[in-house]
């Protein structure tokens, strides 16, 4: 494959995973879409398994913080302090 056909896949890829993370379907998870693109990208042999797992390696620590992020927040939405938020801000 050459290097601008897996530029296209790896851009396409993004596109869908960023629309589906912004309708937010409730059959589909954000997560799901992005591992069907990476998965694409390594049939169509756009990225190497090798490549892959360096690169997951490298930025594990940065993954592995914006997960934690995003579980505070998604705790911090359920029990309401986002909502407690907003009124106090609206009524000041």
Sequence with gaps: MTVHMSLVLAL??????????????RWLPEAVAAVVAV???LV????????????LGDLAPTIGFLAALLLIGDG???EGL??????????R
């Design 12 to 25: 396409v890829g993004l596109a869908v995973t960023l629309a589906i993370a912004v309708a937010r379907p």
């Design 44 to 55: 169509f042999g756009a990225v190497s398994v090798g490549r892959t797992r360096q690169a």
């Design 82 to 91: 986002f909502d407690a938020l907003g009124t106090l801000m609206a009524r």
């Design 39 to 41: 998965a694409v990208l």
């Design 76 to 78: 911090c939405r359920r």
